[in-house]
Protein backbone atom coordinates (compact mmCIF):
# COMPACT_ATOMS: atom_id res chain seq x y z
CA UNK A 1 0.00 0.00 0.00
CA UNK A 2 1.52 2.85 -0.92
CA UNK A 3 2.49 5.51 2.20
CA UNK A 4 0.67 8.39 1.41
CA UNK A 5 -2.95 6.88 2.02
CA UNK A 6 -1.86 6.67 5.59
CA UNK A 7 -1.02 10.60 6.28
CA UNK A 8 -3.17 11.61 3.99
CA UNK A 9 -6.33 12.12 6.38
CA UNK A 10 -4.14 14.16 8.42
CA UNK A 11 -3.20 16.25 5.46
CA UNK A 12 -6.92 17.38 4.57
CA UNK A 13 -7.90 18.01 8.08
CA UNK A 14 -5.25 20.19 8.21
CA UNK A 15 -5.96 22.34 5.45
CA UNK A 16 -9.70 22.93 6.67
CA UNK A 17 -10.51 25.48 9.47
CA UNK A 18 -12.26 24.24 12.44
CA UNK A 19 -16.02 23.39 12.27
CA UNK A 20 -19.04 23.10 14.76
CA UNK A 21 -19.52 19.71 16.12
CA UNK A 22 -23.48 19.89 15.60
CA UNK A 23 -22.49 19.99 11.79
CA UNK A 24 -19.94 17.51 12.72
CA UNK A 25 -22.51 15.06 13.84
CA UNK A 26 -25.22 16.06 11.38
CA UNK A 27 -23.13 15.13 8.21
CA UNK A 28 -21.93 11.91 9.92
CA UNK A 29 -25.60 10.87 10.42
CA UNK A 30 -26.36 11.59 6.69
CA UNK A 31 -27.86 8.61 4.78
CA UNK A 32 -25.63 9.13 1.65
CA UNK A 33 -22.69 8.89 4.39
CA UNK A 34 -23.84 5.55 5.27
CA UNK A 35 -24.55 4.77 2.76
CA UNK A 36 -21.15 5.42 1.27
CA UNK A 37 -19.69 3.81 4.04
CA UNK A 38 -21.18 0.88 3.42
CA UNK A 39 -20.64 0.83 -0.21
CA UNK A 40 -16.91 0.59 0.71
CA UNK A 41 -17.08 -2.35 3.43
CA UNK A 42 -19.38 -4.01 0.25
CA UNK A 43 -16.05 -3.64 -1.95
CA UNK A 44 -13.57 -4.78 0.73
CA UNK A 45 -15.39 -7.78 1.44
CA UNK A 46 -15.56 -8.12 -2.46
CA UNK A 47 -12.37 -7.94 -3.18
CA UNK A 48 -10.74 -9.68 0.18
CA UNK A 49 -8.42 -6.41 0.67
CA UNK A 50 -8.17 -3.42 2.68
CA UNK A 51 -7.59 -0.62 0.13
CA UNK A 52 -10.98 -0.19 -0.50
CA UNK A 53 -11.31 0.72 3.63
CA UNK A 54 -8.28 2.51 3.24
CA UNK A 55 -9.97 4.76 0.52
CA UNK A 56 -13.21 4.98 2.80
CA UNK A 57 -11.30 6.39 5.22
CA UNK A 58 -9.93 8.88 3.22
CA UNK A 59 -12.98 9.81 1.45
CA UNK A 60 -14.64 9.96 5.43
CA UNK A 61 -12.35 12.38 6.25
CA UNK A 62 -12.53 14.33 3.19
CA UNK A 63 -15.87 14.54 3.56
CA UNK A 64 -16.34 15.53 7.03
CA UNK A 65 -13.86 18.04 6.12
CA UNK A 66 -15.89 19.60 3.45
CA UNK A 67 -19.41 19.11 4.00
CA UNK A 68 -19.70 20.11 7.47
CA UNK A 69 -17.60 23.48 6.47
CA UNK A 70 -19.84 24.19 3.95
CA UNK A 71 -22.08 27.69 4.45
CA UNK A 72 -24.63 25.96 2.21
CA UNK A 73 -24.95 22.57 4.42
CA UNK A 74 -24.87 24.46 7.49
CA UNK A 75 -28.49 26.36 5.92
CA UNK A 76 -29.57 23.31 5.37
CA UNK A 77 -29.15 22.17 9.18
CA UNK A 78 -29.91 25.13 10.38
CA UNK A 79 -32.95 24.95 8.33
CA UNK A 80 -34.01 21.47 9.37
CA UNK A 81 -33.41 22.63 13.30
CA UNK A 82 -35.54 25.34 13.06
CA UNK A 83 -38.32 22.99 11.34
CA UNK A 84 -38.17 20.04 14.05
CA UNK A 85 -38.52 23.10 16.95
CA UNK A 86 -41.60 24.27 15.39
CA UNK A 87 -43.09 21.11 14.84
CA UNK A 88 -42.48 20.19 18.37
CA UNK A 89 -43.55 22.97 19.66
CA UNK A 90 -46.77 22.70 17.56
CA UNK A 91 -46.96 19.02 19.31
CA UNK A 92 -46.46 20.55 22.37
CA UNK A 93 -49.25 23.21 21.93
CA UNK A 94 -51.81 20.69 21.18
CA UNK A 95 -51.21 18.78 23.96
CA UNK A 96 -51.42 21.73 25.87
CA UNK A 97 -54.71 22.14 24.24
CA UNK A 98 -56.16 18.79 25.01
CA UNK A 99 -55.04 19.31 28.78
CA UNK A 100 -58.01 22.46 29.05
CA UNK A 101 -61.55 22.02 30.08
CA UNK A 102 -64.29 21.42 27.47
CA UNK A 103 -65.11 25.36 27.53
CA UNK A 104 -61.49 26.28 26.62
CA UNK A 105 -60.67 23.79 24.40
CA UNK A 106 -64.50 25.01 22.55
CA UNK A 107 -62.78 29.29 22.91
CA UNK A 108 -59.53 27.76 20.99
CA UNK A 109 -61.34 25.83 18.14
CA UNK A 110 -63.30 28.59 17.35
CA UNK A 111 -60.41 30.92 17.19
CA UNK A 112 -58.37 28.67 15.08
CA UNK A 113 -61.83 28.49 12.70
CA UNK A 114 -62.26 31.75 12.34
CA UNK A 115 -58.47 32.31 11.56
CA UNK A 116 -59.33 29.68 8.72
CA UNK A 117 -62.56 31.10 7.47
CA UNK A 118 -60.13 34.82 7.41
CA UNK A 119 -57.92 33.21 4.94
CA UNK A 120 -60.56 31.40 3.19
CA UNK A 121 -62.96 34.70 2.81
CA UNK A 122 -59.80 37.11 1.92
CA UNK A 123 -58.89 34.93 -0.91
CA UNK A 124 -62.66 34.31 -2.05
CA UNK A 125 -63.35 38.13 -1.70
CA UNK A 126 -60.60 40.40 -3.12
CA UNK A 127 -59.57 37.34 -5.73
CA UNK A 128 -56.46 37.37 -3.86
CA UNK A 129 -54.04 34.22 -4.49
CA UNK A 130 -51.81 35.26 -1.52
CA UNK A 131 -52.45 36.08 2.11
CA UNK A 132 -50.86 38.93 2.95
CA UNK A 133 -47.90 38.45 5.68
CA UNK A 134 -50.19 40.72 7.89
CA UNK A 135 -53.14 38.37 8.10
CA UNK A 136 -50.64 35.71 8.02
CA UNK A 137 -49.53 37.21 11.53
CA UNK A 138 -53.24 35.72 12.49
CA UNK A 139 -50.89 32.08 13.01
CA UNK A 140 -49.06 33.80 15.53
CA UNK A 141 -51.87 35.41 17.12
CA UNK A 142 -53.92 32.27 17.77
CA UNK A 143 -50.67 30.65 18.98
CA UNK A 144 -50.49 33.42 21.74
CA UNK A 145 -54.38 33.03 22.59
CA UNK A 146 -53.70 29.53 23.35
CA UNK A 147 -50.33 30.39 25.59
CA UNK A 148 -51.99 33.02 26.82
CA UNK A 149 -54.80 31.32 27.94
CA UNK A 150 -52.92 28.19 29.44
CA UNK A 151 -51.05 30.93 31.85
CA UNK A 152 -54.53 32.03 33.02
CA UNK A 153 -56.13 28.78 33.87
CA UNK A 154 -53.10 27.68 35.86
CA UNK A 155 -52.93 31.52 38.04
CA UNK A 156 -56.90 31.03 38.38
CA UNK A 157 -56.92 27.79 39.26
CA UNK A 158 -53.63 29.04 41.73
CA UNK A 159 -56.74 31.51 42.96
CA UNK A 160 -58.95 28.96 43.78
CA UNK A 161 -56.74 26.89 45.81
CA UNK A 162 -56.11 29.74 48.05
CA UNK A 163 -58.48 31.23 50.81
CA UNK A 164 -57.86 34.91 50.98
CA UNK A 165 -60.15 35.79 53.40
CA UNK A 166 -58.39 33.48 55.57
CA UNK A 167 -54.90 34.57 55.44
CA UNK A 168 -56.47 37.90 55.81
CA UNK A 169 -57.87 37.03 58.99
CA UNK A 170 -54.58 35.24 59.97
CA UNK A 171 -52.98 38.51 59.44
CA UNK A 172 -55.12 40.55 61.52
CA UNK A 173 -54.70 37.77 64.76
CA UNK A 174 -50.97 38.07 64.17
CA UNK A 175 -51.05 41.84 64.52
CA UNK A 176 -53.07 41.70 67.65
CA UNK A 177 -50.56 38.68 68.76
CA UNK A 178 -47.90 41.57 68.52
CA UNK A 179 -49.64 44.03 70.35
CA UNK A 180 -50.23 41.57 73.34
CA UNK A 181 -47.01 39.82 73.06
CA UNK A 182 -45.59 39.80 76.85
CA UNK A 183 -41.78 39.74 75.61
CA UNK A 184 -39.45 40.44 73.02
CA UNK A 185 -39.14 36.83 72.04
CA UNK A 186 -42.63 36.10 71.55
CA UNK A 187 -43.33 39.73 69.75
CA UNK A 188 -40.03 39.15 67.50
CA UNK A 189 -41.51 35.94 66.79
CA UNK A 190 -45.22 37.37 65.89
CA UNK A 191 -43.70 40.37 64.04
CA UNK A 192 -41.94 37.54 61.76
CA UNK A 193 -45.46 35.69 61.47
CA UNK A 194 -47.08 39.42 60.43
CA UNK A 195 -44.11 39.93 57.33
CA UNK A 196 -44.75 37.13 56.10
CA UNK A 197 -48.58 37.13 55.95
CA UNK A 198 -48.03 40.73 54.28
CA UNK A 199 -45.93 38.82 51.54
CA UNK A 200 -48.45 36.27 51.20
CA UNK A 201 -51.13 38.55 50.76
CA UNK A 202 -49.09 41.03 48.36
CA UNK A 203 -48.29 37.56 45.91
CA UNK A 204 -51.92 36.89 46.38
CA UNK A 205 -52.84 40.82 44.92
CA UNK A 206 -50.10 40.42 42.50
CA UNK A 207 -51.53 37.02 41.35
CA UNK A 208 -54.96 38.56 40.82
CA UNK A 209 -53.76 41.38 38.86
CA UNK A 210 -51.99 39.77 36.07
CA UNK A 211 -54.76 36.96 36.11
CA UNK A 212 -57.54 40.50 34.43
CA UNK A 213 -54.99 41.14 32.80
CA UNK A 214 -54.52 38.26 30.55
CA UNK A 215 -58.17 37.69 30.38
CA UNK A 216 -58.45 41.06 28.73
CA UNK A 217 -55.94 40.11 26.14
CA UNK A 218 -57.80 37.21 25.61
CA UNK A 219 -60.80 39.13 25.25
CA UNK A 220 -58.98 41.20 22.59
CA UNK A 221 -57.41 38.71 20.70
CA UNK A 222 -61.13 37.16 20.12
CA UNK A 223 -62.66 40.88 19.46
CA UNK A 224 -59.55 41.38 16.98
CA UNK A 225 -59.89 38.27 14.66
CA UNK A 226 -63.64 39.25 14.82
CA UNK A 227 -63.00 42.88 13.84
CA UNK A 228 -60.82 41.34 11.09
CA UNK A 229 -63.34 38.66 9.83
CA UNK A 230 -66.01 41.46 9.23
CA UNK A 231 -63.45 43.59 7.63
CA UNK A 232 -63.02 40.71 5.28
CA UNK A 233 -66.70 39.87 4.43
CA UNK A 234 -67.85 43.27 4.36
CA UNK A 235 -65.59 45.82 2.97
CA UNK A 236 -63.09 42.96 1.20
CA UNK A 237 -60.67 44.74 -0.43
CA UNK A 238 -56.68 44.51 0.07
CA UNK A 239 -56.37 48.14 1.10
CA UNK A 240 -58.64 48.47 3.57
CA UNK A 241 -57.96 45.15 5.36
CA UNK A 242 -53.83 45.81 5.20
CA UNK A 243 -55.69 49.47 7.04
CA UNK A 244 -56.12 47.56 10.13
CA UNK A 245 -53.71 47.70 13.13
CA UNK A 246 -51.73 44.26 13.88
CA UNK A 247 -49.36 45.80 15.29
CA UNK A 248 -51.35 47.41 17.99
CA UNK A 249 -52.45 43.95 19.08
CA UNK A 250 -48.68 42.26 18.59
CA UNK A 251 -47.10 45.09 20.96
CA UNK A 252 -50.32 44.73 23.59
CA UNK A 253 -49.59 40.79 23.33
CA UNK A 254 -45.83 41.77 24.16
CA UNK A 255 -46.61 43.74 26.89
CA UNK A 256 -48.55 41.55 28.42
CA UNK A 257 -46.04 38.79 28.00
CA UNK A 258 -43.27 40.97 29.72
CA UNK A 259 -45.67 41.70 32.93
CA UNK A 260 -46.19 38.32 33.21
CA UNK A 261 -42.23 37.67 32.95
CA UNK A 262 -42.27 40.10 35.80
CA UNK A 263 -44.75 38.48 37.97
CA UNK A 264 -43.29 35.06 37.49
CA UNK A 265 -41.67 34.52 40.38
CA UNK A 266 -44.92 34.95 42.50
CA UNK A 267 -45.58 31.35 42.67
CA UNK A 268 -42.61 30.47 44.10
CA UNK A 269 -42.77 33.23 46.67
CA UNK A 270 -46.40 32.14 47.46
CA UNK A 271 -44.60 28.36 48.23
CA UNK A 272 -41.79 30.08 49.83
CA UNK A 273 -43.95 31.73 52.47
CA UNK A 274 -45.61 28.86 52.70
CA UNK A 275 -42.58 27.22 54.34
CA UNK A 276 -41.87 30.27 56.30
CA UNK A 277 -45.26 30.02 57.85
CA UNK A 278 -44.36 26.46 58.92
CA UNK A 279 -41.01 27.40 60.64
CA UNK A 280 -42.88 30.71 62.42
CA UNK A 281 -44.96 27.76 63.80
CA UNK A 282 -42.56 25.56 64.97
CA UNK A 283 -40.45 28.40 66.22
CA UNK A 284 -43.70 29.39 68.20
CA UNK A 285 -44.30 26.05 69.74
CA UNK A 286 -40.41 25.67 70.85
CA UNK A 287 -40.56 28.65 72.60
CA UNK A 288 -43.91 28.00 74.15
CA UNK A 289 -42.46 24.56 75.01
CA UNK A 290 -39.41 26.32 76.49
CA UNK A 291 -41.29 28.64 79.47
Known amino acids: MDPKWSVLPFKVMAEFPKFDLKYLKEAFKEPINFWGLAGFAVAAAYVQDVTPLVAALAAETLYLATVPASSLYRRLVDRREKQRLLKLRDQQREAIIKGFDPREREAVEYLRWMKNQIYSNYKKFTGAKEI ?3 I ?6 WEDFVDLLDVYRRRKHHLRSINRQAVQNQLV ?15 RIQQAN ?13 IERSVKLVEGQLQSIENFFGLVNDQVVTLPTPERVSS ?3 EQLSDSIAMTR ?22 YELLLSNSSSSK
Open 132 to 134: PHN
Open 136 to 141: QSLDQR
Open 173 to 187: QAERSVEISKDDREK
Open 194 to 206: VEILKRRVAAFND
Open 244 to 246: LDF
Open 258 to 279: QMLEETSDTFAALDSHNRDIGN
